[in-house]
Antibody
Framework: EMQVVESGGGLVQPGGSLTLSCAAS????????ISWVRQAPGKGLEWVSI???????YSIDSLKGRFTLSRDTSKNTVYLQLNSLRAEDTAVYFC??????????WGQGTLVSVSS | QSALTQPASVSGSPGQSITISCTGS?????????VSWYQQHPGKAPKLMIY???KRPSGVSNRFSGSKSGNTASLTISVLQAEDEADYYC??????????FGTGTTVTVL
């Protein structure tokens, strides 16, 4: 069974950093792509970034330079490093396996709260 | 990249059919057959319901169907059931390795 599990969320002060993890099982991150999607409290889904099986990464323009994707193939895990965090980055961050231009399965999400 | 436009809410009685629209542009919905739909119950992770515009993943009820015309994709839920009450989001590939979600639609079963 394919599964992804996020971790690493928490409370961080404005300007701070946090690294989220997305541990994959049942498939390899080297032959699949994984996306991060976030959802601010009471708001809709926002696509954030993607890392392909070959390691190439892409993010929405508004987040480039602050959010960085990486991976550890030995752990079959993808990471999203969040820098220079702002209050508006407060959200549940989901990771999901990509396939046929869609995302499935999704993890349960990890909450990032940016507040002083 | 602007969010795709969905109606904020759609409602129907049990047994009825409803359709949720998802309007984009010739840069996303209109240019790629890569529209997907997600169901999200409160406090839960989204669940894939439709991919490539019209295909259902294994395990998804055949009461859910997708279609597309021009820059607008649609999700139809037939024989509406109480368990279908949830938020629904469309998503489209927008080129240059970027994806965009819709604004979301709350489905209420009356």
């Amino acid at each position: 069974e394919m599964q992804v599990v996020e971790s690493g969320g928490g409370l961080v002060q404005p300007g701070g950093s946090l690294t989220l993890s997305c541990a994959a099982s049942g498939f390899s991150v080297t032959s699949n792509y994984i996306s991060w999607v976030r959802q601010a409290p009471g708001k809709g889904l926002e696509w954030v970034s993607i890392i392909y099986g070959n390691g190439d990464t892409y993010s929405i323009d508004s987040l480039k330079g602050r959010f960085t994707l990486s991976r550890d193939t030995s752990k079959n895990t993808v990471y999203l490093q969040l820098n220079s965090l702002r209050a508006e980055d407060t959200a549940v961050y989901f990771c999901a396996r990509g396939s046929y231009g869609s995302f499935d399965p999704w993890g349960q999400g990890t909450l990032v709260s940016v507040s002083s | 990249q602007s969010a795709l436009t969905q109606p904020a809410s759609v409602s129907g009685s049990p047994g009825q059919s409803i359709t949720i629209s998802c309007t984009g542009s010739s840069s996303d919905v209109g240019n790629y057959n890569l529209v997907s739909w997600y169901q999200q119950h409160p406090g839960k992770a989204p669940k894939l319901m439709i991919y490539e515009g019209i295909k259902r993943p294994s395990g998804v009820s055949n009461r859910f169907s997708g279609s597309k015309s021009g820059n607008t994709a649609s999700l139809t839920i037939s024989v509406l059931q109480a368990e279908d009450e949830a938020d629904y989001y469309c998503c489209s590939y927008a080129g240059n390795n970027i994806y965009v979600f819709g604004t979301g639609t709350t489905v209420t079963v009356l």
